[in-house]
């Protein structure tokens, strides 16, 4: 069976401005019909990365008030942590072992982790994920896919292990293929004329090459550049032969999205054809909605969006 449920990533905004605190994020997770929640520790963890056992005892509470399911603790390795330097692999370790225990006290049964933490490392954590019966999913994110070479490190590690214990996460963002309107936004704020927007990302589609659309449309600004150069890096024809790969080994999914139109529909990621390879593949676990629109355009109301994300995700599966 496929659950939906949330990163509470998604109420950024809300919960910087102070419009939401933990709880009510939680609430409103709940309200939006999401089963369980994901939470990223550095964010909203207090004493992140070592609450105190009442705060640990407190969130077991709010979850059970608003029955919402414990689903990931979302980990962060801060690797710069310590001036002029890198965490060396024991460090990387101590903290993701730290993680592990924390988040076995908070009832989750899965961490989020980062690539910083190499397949060596990875392998060497085995043993301690068992012990506390927590797995350890990788977020293969953008820029990454499935076929960059660490990626290939980290499947051979899967295959040779065959452990439940660790896995991948993938995130949703490295299948964008069309700017979605909170990108047209930025392409506006760089300064680009609006009228120019839809124009030159129909030459864009059309395979129109970087340099000869930065000279057609008389792009010379270093800021307006960056943004075309942004965008001829991150959409591109969807590659969904890597999902096929990914579910065997997938802890749960990323359900990354950035604009929901009023349609219930999502113009940049391709979840109609995500949600059919997640089907007849046999995948069964949960996608976490993770609404990122608020970096390109805060003024999006991210409950909205997510209550679009949910009908949508309903409806196709």
Same mark, same amino acid.
């Given at each position: 069976?496929?659950?939906?449920?949330?990163?509470?990533?998604?109420?950024?905004?809300?919960? *910087? %401005?102070?419009?939401?605190?933990?709880?009510?994020?939680?609430?409103? =997770?709940?309200?939006?019909? *999401?089963?369980?929640?994901?939470?990223?520790?550095?964010?909203?963890?207090?004493?992140?990365?070592?609450?105190?056992?009442?705060?640990?005892?407190?969130?077991?509470?709010?979850?059970?008030?608003?029955?919402?399911?414990?689903?990931?603790?979302?980990?962060?390795?801060?690797?710069?942590?310590?001036?002029?330097?890198?965490? !060396?692999?024991?460090?990387?370790?101590?903290? !993701?072992?730290?993680?592990?225990?924390? =988040?076995?006290?908070?009832? *989750?049964?899965?961490?989020?982790?980062?690539? =910083?933490?190499?397949?060596?490392?990875?392998?060497?954590?085995?043993?301690?994920?068992?012990?506390?019966?927590?797995?350890?999913?990788?977020?293969?994110?953008?820029?990454?896919?499935?076929?960059?070479?660490?990626? /290939?490190?980290?499947? /051979?590690? *899967?295959?040779?292990?065959?452990?439940?214990?660790?896995?991948?996460?993938?995130?949703?963002?490295?299948?964008?293929?069309?700017?979605?309107?909170?990108?047209?936004?930025? &392409?506006?704020?760089?300064?680009?004329?609006?009228?120019?927007?839809?124009?030159?990302?129909?030459?864009?589609?059309?395979?129109?090459?970087?340099?000869?659309?930065?000279?057609?449309?008389?792009?010379?600004?270093?800021?307006?550049?960056?943004?075309?150069? !942004?965008?001829?890096? !991150?959409?591109?024809?969807?590659?969904?032969? %890597?999902?096929?790969? &990914?579910?065997?080994?997938?802890?749960?999914?990323?359900?990354?999205?950035?604009?929901?139109?009023?349609?219930?529909?999502?113009?940049?990621?391709?979840? %109609?054809?995500?949600?059919?390879?997640?089907?007849?593949?046999?995948?069964?676990?949960?996608?976490?909605?993770?609404?990122?629109?608020?970096?390109?355009?805060?003024?999006?109301?991210?409950?909205?969006?997510?209550?679009?994300?949910?009908?949508?995700?309903?409806?196709?599966?």
């Amino acid at each position: 069976m496929i659950e939906m449920s949330v990163s509470l990533y998604s109420f950024s905004m809300k919960f *910087f %401005d102070r419009s939401y605190n933990l709880e009510q994020c939680i609430k409103k =997770a709940h309200e939006l019909g *999401f089963k369980g929640i994901e939470i990223v520790a550095a964010q909203m963890i207090e004493n992140y990365p070592y609450p105190t056992q009442e705060w640990c005892q407190w969130f077991c509470e709010i979850l059970k008030k608003y029955d919402m399911q414990p689903l990931s603790y979302s980990a962060y390795i801060d690797m710069g942590q310590n001036t002029g330097r890198d965490l !060396t692999e024991e460090e990387i370790m101590q903290c !993701t072992m730290n993680d592990i225990i924390y =988040a076995n006290r908070m009832g *989750f049964s899965i961490v989020r982790t980062q690539h =910083a933490i190499s397949p060596k490392i990875l392998r060497k954590l085995i043993p301690f994920a068992e012990k506390w019966n927590v797995s350890v999913g990788v977020e293969l994110h953008a820029p990454h896919s499935w076929k960059t070479e660490v990626w /290939q490190e980290y499947a /051979q590690l *899967f295959k040779e292990e065959g452990s439940d214990y660790i896995g991948v996460v993938p995130d949703m963002g490295i299948f964008q293929e069309h700017p979605h309107r909170p990108f047209q936004t930025v &392409m506006v704020e760089s300064g680009i004329i609006r009228q120019n927007v839809e124009k030159i990302i129909s030459d864009f589609e059309k395979g129109m090459t970087k340099k000869d659309l930065l000279v057609k449309y008389h792009i010379e600004d270093i800021k307006q550049a960056g943004v075309i150069n !942004t965008m001829y890096e !991150t959409f591109r024809k969807a590659n969904l032969e %890597d999902l096929k790969n &990914m579910i065997p080994y997938s802890k749960y999914i990323h359900g990354k999205f950035y604009y929901i139109d009023e349609q219930g529909q999502d113009s940049c990621i391709p979840y %109609d054809r995500i949600v059919n390879i997640i089907k007849n593949e046999g995948f069964k676990g949960h996608i976490a909605a993770e609404y990122e629109g608020h970096f390109s355009d805060g003024t999006i109301d991210c409950t909205e969006q997510l209550g679009r994300f949910s009908n949508m995700m309903q409806r196709l599966l």
